[in-house]
Protein backbone atom coordinates (compact mmCIF):
# COMPACT_ATOMS: atom_id res chain seq x y z
CA UNK A 1 0.00 0.00 0.00
CA UNK A 2 1.43 3.36 -0.93
CA UNK A 3 0.16 6.49 0.90
CA UNK A 4 1.11 10.19 -0.07
CA UNK A 5 0.62 13.36 1.44
CA UNK A 6 0.97 17.04 0.14
CA UNK A 7 1.96 19.61 2.04
CA UNK A 8 2.38 22.51 -0.52
CA UNK A 9 4.92 22.09 -3.20
CA UNK A 10 6.18 19.27 -0.75
CA UNK A 11 4.54 15.55 -1.59
CA UNK A 12 6.10 12.65 1.29
CA UNK A 13 4.94 9.53 -0.42
CA UNK A 14 5.31 6.46 2.37
CA UNK A 15 5.36 2.71 1.35
CA UNK A 16 4.16 0.11 3.59
CA UNK A 17 4.73 -3.41 3.42
CA UNK A 18 2.81 -5.80 6.14
CA UNK A 19 2.39 -3.15 9.03
CA UNK A 20 4.97 -1.20 9.32
CA UNK A 21 6.48 1.36 6.79
CA UNK A 22 9.33 0.82 4.83
CA UNK A 23 10.39 4.23 2.76
CA UNK A 24 9.40 7.39 2.80
CA UNK A 25 11.03 9.17 0.01
CA UNK A 26 10.19 13.43 -0.33
CA UNK A 27 10.08 15.58 -3.29
CA UNK A 28 10.81 19.20 -2.11
CA UNK A 29 10.66 21.12 -5.24
CA UNK A 30 13.52 23.42 -4.47
CA UNK A 31 12.24 23.75 -1.21
CA UNK A 32 13.64 22.66 2.62
CA UNK A 33 11.44 20.06 3.99
CA UNK A 34 9.69 20.46 7.19
CA UNK A 35 10.34 17.51 10.08
CA UNK A 36 7.14 18.43 11.35
CA UNK A 37 5.48 17.22 8.07
CA UNK A 38 7.40 14.06 7.66
CA UNK A 39 6.62 13.42 11.40
CA UNK A 40 2.68 13.92 10.05
CA UNK A 41 2.82 11.86 7.31
CA UNK A 42 4.53 8.79 8.85
CA UNK A 43 2.23 9.10 11.74
CA UNK A 44 -0.71 8.96 9.37
CA UNK A 45 1.02 5.86 7.31
CA UNK A 46 1.25 4.12 10.21
CA UNK A 47 -2.22 5.07 11.56
CA UNK A 48 -3.52 3.86 8.35
CA UNK A 49 -1.64 0.68 8.47
CA UNK A 50 -2.34 -0.94 11.84
CA UNK A 51 -4.22 -3.25 12.82
CA UNK A 52 -7.43 -1.66 14.82
CA UNK A 53 -7.81 -4.81 17.50
CA UNK A 54 -6.21 -8.18 18.48
CA UNK A 55 -8.30 -9.61 21.28
CA UNK A 56 -8.32 -12.33 23.29
CA UNK A 57 -12.12 -13.72 24.92
CA UNK A 58 -12.23 -16.23 27.61
CA UNK A 59 -15.16 -18.77 28.92
CA UNK A 60 -17.55 -18.49 25.65
CA UNK A 61 -19.96 -21.04 24.90
CA UNK A 62 -20.46 -21.79 21.34
CA UNK A 63 -23.95 -20.64 20.15
CA UNK A 64 -23.93 -20.66 16.17
CA UNK A 65 -21.06 -22.56 14.00
CA UNK A 66 -21.71 -22.70 10.40
CA UNK A 67 -19.49 -23.00 6.97
CA UNK A 68 -20.35 -20.86 3.52
CA UNK A 69 -18.07 -21.49 0.88
CA UNK A 70 -14.23 -22.30 2.21
CA UNK A 71 -15.44 -20.16 5.45
CA UNK A 72 -16.45 -20.97 8.52
CA UNK A 73 -17.64 -18.94 11.37
CA UNK A 74 -19.46 -19.16 15.05
CA UNK A 75 -20.87 -16.69 17.56
CA UNK A 76 -20.86 -17.45 21.12
CA UNK A 77 -23.69 -16.80 23.47
CA UNK A 78 -22.30 -13.94 25.51
CA UNK A 79 -21.24 -10.80 23.07
CA UNK A 80 -17.43 -10.17 21.96
CA UNK A 81 -15.49 -7.80 23.86
CA UNK A 82 -15.99 -5.63 20.15
CA UNK A 83 -18.14 -5.37 17.26
CA UNK A 84 -17.48 -8.18 14.69
CA UNK A 85 -19.35 -7.90 11.24
CA UNK A 86 -22.27 -9.55 11.78
CA UNK A 87 -21.55 -10.77 14.94
CA UNK A 88 -19.46 -13.64 13.99
CA UNK A 89 -15.76 -14.55 13.97
CA UNK A 90 -14.49 -15.86 10.60
CA UNK A 91 -11.90 -18.51 9.84
CA UNK A 92 -10.96 -20.39 6.44
CA UNK A 93 -11.22 -24.37 6.60
CA UNK A 94 -8.69 -24.77 3.91
CA UNK A 95 -6.22 -25.24 5.94
CA UNK A 96 -4.86 -27.39 9.40
CA UNK A 97 -5.63 -24.43 11.52
CA UNK A 98 -9.05 -24.21 10.39
CA UNK A 99 -10.05 -27.77 10.43
CA UNK A 100 -8.54 -27.99 13.98
CA UNK A 101 -10.25 -24.89 14.97
CA UNK A 102 -13.65 -26.19 13.41
CA UNK A 103 -13.29 -29.68 15.19
CA UNK A 104 -12.57 -27.68 18.49
CA UNK A 105 -15.41 -25.41 18.21
CA UNK A 106 -18.26 -28.27 16.99
CA UNK A 107 -17.27 -30.37 20.27
CA UNK A 108 -17.26 -27.33 22.70
CA UNK A 109 -20.86 -26.76 21.26
CA UNK A 110 -22.22 -30.27 21.66
CA UNK A 111 -21.04 -30.57 24.50
CA UNK A 112 -21.93 -27.35 26.06
CA UNK A 113 -18.72 -26.67 27.40
CA UNK A 114 -17.17 -23.05 27.71
CA UNK A 115 -14.26 -22.45 25.36
CA UNK A 116 -11.53 -21.26 27.80
CA UNK A 117 -9.53 -19.09 24.99
CA UNK A 118 -10.17 -17.65 21.43
CA UNK A 119 -8.18 -14.73 19.77
CA UNK A 120 -9.35 -13.01 16.68
CA UNK A 121 -8.13 -9.88 14.90
CA UNK A 122 -10.02 -7.04 13.29
CA UNK A 123 -8.97 -4.51 10.87
CA UNK A 124 -10.91 -1.69 11.97
CA UNK A 125 -13.68 -1.41 14.22
CA UNK A 126 -17.16 -3.00 13.43
CA UNK A 127 -15.24 -5.01 10.62
CA UNK A 128 -14.82 -8.83 10.38
CA UNK A 129 -12.98 -10.73 13.09
CA UNK A 130 -10.71 -13.40 11.91
CA UNK A 131 -9.40 -16.13 14.34
CA UNK A 132 -6.06 -16.42 15.12
CA UNK A 133 -6.50 -19.57 18.35
CA UNK A 134 -8.74 -21.44 20.02
CA UNK A 135 -8.54 -23.56 22.85
CA UNK A 136 -11.18 -25.58 24.49
CA UNK A 137 -11.28 -27.11 28.42
CA UNK A 138 -11.55 -30.99 28.64
Known sequence: MITTCVFGDDTYRGEAAGMSVSTLTTQTNGHDTMKL???LCLSLIAFYCAPAAAVS???KAVDRL???GGTAYFSTKDAFSTTCKFDVVYFSI???FGKAAYASLLAAQTSGKKLSR???AQSAPGETCTLSLVESRS
Open 37 to 39: QAT
Open 57 to 59: ETD
Open 66 to 68: GVQ
Open 94 to 96: GDD
Open 118 to 120: FDY
